[in-house]
Structure formats: C-alpha cells, structure tokens
C-alpha cells in the first residue's frame, strides 16, 4: 500500500517567547492508502492542530510533513490550494457550510475551483446529496436544515471533487446518536470504497468503528494500534 | 476558476445587502454624476461662447485705434489707404462711433450712431430684416441714408414702418433705407440699439469724426497672421512706432483665450468633483473591509475547500469593482439626467463631452481596484485556521 500521508517530528508551538504553548511534539506518523484511523485523545490534546496540519490549511513549526511523497513545505499557495482541492475532503464538527448558499451550491464549491464547468458542477453536486440521501433538500439554505442533514452535505462537498483522502474533525461532535452513526455508516462505506479516512473524536464508541486507533496527550502520541484486518 | 464564476459570487454578495450595496455605490454616483453634470454645463457654456464670437464673422480681424496725443484716430483716406495696400484683406469697414440723440416726430433716444461703409454688413455677418444696406455710392456720394438697429427702430417708429421715414441727427436728416434683424447682445455690448451711416457723412457729423475702429475679413483662415503682420507694420509706421496706439485682435486669439478659461473652468470643477469621487472611493474601501471581517470564516471555508491566495483576491476585487463600476454606470446616467434637467429648467446650455463620459466612468473603474486592492488583498492573506476558528 502506498503511503498517503508522513509526518516527521512534527511539532507546532503557539504563540511567542515566554508565551509560548507547544501543542504539538515530536508526531511522527505514517498513513497508508484506504486505512481508516481514529485519533483520539481528550480536548487540549492537540488533535484538532494535528487534523489541520494533515489538511494543509496549518503549517508545523518544526519537522516535515510528506503529503504523497512531496515534502508540503516546499509547495506554494497555489500547489497547496489544489491538493486541499482535489486530494483532501475536509469535514469539520461545525459542518462550515456557507449561510448563504443552499446545499446544492456548497457541495458545488470544490468543484468551481477545480475549474468544473457549471452543468457538470451541478450534475455532480445532485448526484453526491443523493447519495448522503438529501435529494430533497438542494435547495435548502444550511439554516432550513438539521445538525445532521447539515453534515451530510459537508460530506457531500468533502467528495466533491472526489478526493482520496478524507479528513474528519469530530464529525458526529455536535451530532444526535442517530445522526452521528448515520455519518458513521458513510463514513464507513466510504473507506469500504478505498478511500482513505482519518477520523478525530473523543468517542471510544466511534473510534472503535475504525480499524486503526491512535492516541494522542499533550500533544504526543501515546498508543498507536490496529483493530481489525 | 473560470472569471464567470467571481462574477457570479461578487453579484451574489452585492445582491444579498442590497441596501448597504446601494448606499457604497451612492458616493461613486454621487461623484460620477457631478463631474458629467458639472464639466457638462462647462463645456455647453464654452461652446455657447465660442459660438458667440464666431458669429462675428469669419477670418474677422478687430483693430481698436487709441492713438497718442492728437493723432488718435485713421482719417477714412488712411484707412483706404491702409486697407487697399494689404494683399491679404478681402474687405474693411471702418468704425467711427459718436453717442448722438436720434428724433423722429418728436420720439428721441440716445443711440451710437455709427459711420461706416458698404462692407460692414457682410463683414459682421449683419442681417438685413427690411430695405438695404449701403452701397458704395451711398459711402462715396455722401447721401444722407441710415440703417437701423431692431432696437432703434421698435424705440423710435413703434408700429410705423421706417422705411422711407426721416430721422434727424444733429442737424442733418437721414432717410432710413434698411433695418437689421436682432443680433442680440455682444461682448460690444448691445448691437440692436445702433443706427448706421456711411462714415464719409458721418466724418462730417461728428466733427472730431476719426476712424476708431477698422473690421477686415482675411482672404482665408490662413492668411490672418500674414494680414495681421502686414497691418501691424503698417500701422507702426503710421503710429511712428509705438505699439501702444492700436491694438489687433482677431478670432483666434479671443477663441484661444475663452477656451483657456473655460478648461481650466472645467479642470477645477472636475477636480471638485473627483474629490467626491474620491470619498466614493474610502466608502467602498470601508465598506469591503466591513464585508470580509463578517465574511472571515466564509473565506476560511473556501480556502480549506482549495480557493487559492488569487482566487480570493479576485472574489473581492471584482466584488468592489462591480460595486465601483455599476455606481459608474448610474452616476453617468444620473449625470446626464441632472444636465438634462437644468437645461430645461434654467436654460443652460449643455454638451456631452464623450471624452469626460468615458474619463469619469475608468475613474469610478479605478476607485474600485484602487480601494478594492487593500481589503482584498487582506483576505486574501488570512490564515485559514485562524479565519475558521472566527465566529
């Protein structure tokens, strides 16, 4: 299996001189194709930096990150902006959907920087909200829409442009039980499908659902273990 | 991206807030408008008074004698003399203007009465609304004939028609031959009040009777200067040299030095009006800074989903631009409107200069990358993890 992601003693510090708050030390770790990984680990704990950084919108402040096999930090803004396009699905626990477009027009998203043109954007776009089972609902704007409703069409746009990598930073967080194994099964399905998912929850219940669970305290990686297989 | 699609975004955000949308494009109108209206009635008074002064006649060269001690006007010999030598001068009238009392059956009024010859009427593009103009025997016999002014002749016949009637100057009586049509208020002052006599009675009339003014029409527009020079040196020699006996004038001259007033007229009003335009402009610089701090976390999204540096700088760029432009756009069509009105409302004369049209609108253009530059340019710079983690 070729590895999607590596990261070499990767540490992130915040903030400056005496302020200074490390949140991230010494990670090193490596992800291969189609594995599904659970990182889990108590509030503080530096999952949420660790997610960014693997989804290129944060920089570490020391080590490298090799993003299918290309060391990240010698990448410009524009090399950077099309991996996080067309290589990583983001999904967040806040959903991050825009307000003011309705669902059909922020799975579209992705596909508009990608270059996709409108009638294929669309096509495309209707055809992911049915699959997270939301055909009735492309035109409905993120507030006419419940918790879990809203989550599926972050996922939607997560596979927009049909990335091997998805990133979800506690997805089911602010989610109902039903709702949250609702995304759980797509999220399931979707690694069952090859893709390669990294999961971020506090949730034991959840990340026994993955098939590799990862620890992280204050900042370290504490267990590193496969489930199944 | 395709460039259809920042379109679509920046019209998309423009649309939601139409309100505060309307509001940042009102200092751009407002801007745009007062140049067009205000360069426009600039531009319609410039024209209206270069109108003016062509009406005076083509190729016309003006000479004021002032003189120096007694020597301080032409005899009609010198002025023959002077004309028939210039090879350049196609026709000459001399002026000779004395302020006389004019009777006729007992109705008087003080009129400039003014001796001159043949040419005038042609020269000073004269129309002759009743009877005729002088001839050259009417000049040359000395015959006691008059050509009035519309003025004169409401003032001193009221509904009789003056032809063939008499009126008395001085001692001497006039037939009236011709009266002309209404020429309307010069520079000169009013050209309707005079009554014209051939300059060889009135050199008679007035005693003192020297020419004090000549009118030459050049050949051609391009023999003026050489016909200018020719009378210049002439004169000199008559003036033993002193340049401050007469004055030359001619069309050009009076046309270049309007035309200098009434551009920096129009510079000063445009810049007046930029100022504004300018103040459009931090409105909208205002306005889209307003609009990207509320939008941090939107842009945050979009660039976790792949929005380049350059994709944002352009949503927001052309966002401000379309704000500028389209406030362009009705600032003109305002500014038109504002023109149009006090045309019909004051009578002011306007004129659309397209050159100012197309000037005030890239200007509104330009405020909008201008001011669109910095805002954009600051959300294009956010950090994505921090613009996601704002609420």
Known sequence: ?229 | MPFSAYIKMALRSITRKKMRSFLTMLGVIIGVASVITLVSITQGTASQIEENIKSLGANLIAVNITGRGPANSLTYEEFQELSSKNPFIDNAAPVSTARLKAVYRGESMDVNITGTNEAYAAIRNLIIARGRFFTTDDVRLRRSVAVIGSTAAEELFGSTNPLGQEIRVKNRIFEVIGVLAPKGNTIGGSEDEIILIPITVACTLTGRSGINQIYMQAGSPEVVQPAIDHLTSELLKKFRGDEDSFRIFDQTQVLETVQQTTGAMSAMLGGIAAISLLVGGIGIMNIMLVSITERTKEIGIRKALGATKQDILLQFLIESIILSGSGGVFGVLSGFAAAYALKSALGISVKFAPPFVILAFSFSLLVGVFFGLYPASRAAGLNPVEALRYE
Do not use: C, W
């Open chain 1, 1 to 229: 299996m070729a590895t999607v992601i590596e990261l070499i003693g990767v540490s992130k510090v915040y903030g400056k001189g005496k302020n200074q708050v490390p949140v991230l030390d010494d990670i090193n770790l490596k992800v291969d194709e189609g594995e599904f990984v659970a990182v889990l680990g108590p509030s503080g704990s530096g999952k949420t930096t660790l997610m960014n950084i693997l989804g290129l919108i944060d920089t570490p402040t020391s080590g490298s990150y090799i993003f299918e096999g290309k060391p990240v930090s010698e990448l410009k803004d524009r090399e950077l902006a099309k991996i996080r396009n067309r290589k990583i699905g983001f999904v967040f626990q806040s959903f991050n959907l825009i307000p003011d477009l309705d669902a059909l027009e922020n799975v579209e998203l992705p596909l508009i920087y990608a270059g996709v043109k409108p009638a294929e954007r669309q096509t495309r776009a209707a055809e992911l909200l049915d699959l997270v089972g939301l055909s009735d609902r492309t035109r409905h704007r993120p507030s006419e829409m419940s918790g879990g409703q809203q989550q599926r069409v972050a996922i939607a746009r997560a596979l927009a442009a049909d990335p091997p990598l998805i990133l979800a930073d506690e997805p089911t967080g602010n989610l109902d039980s039903r709702s949250g194994a609702e995304v759980m099964n797509i999220l399931e399905s979707l690694n069952g499908s090859g893709k390669t998912v990294i999961l971020i929850t506090h949730d034991r219940e959840i990340a026994a659902r993955a098939k590799r669970k990862i620890e992280i305290r204050d900042g370290k990686i504490v267990r590193d273990e496969r489930v199944k297989d």
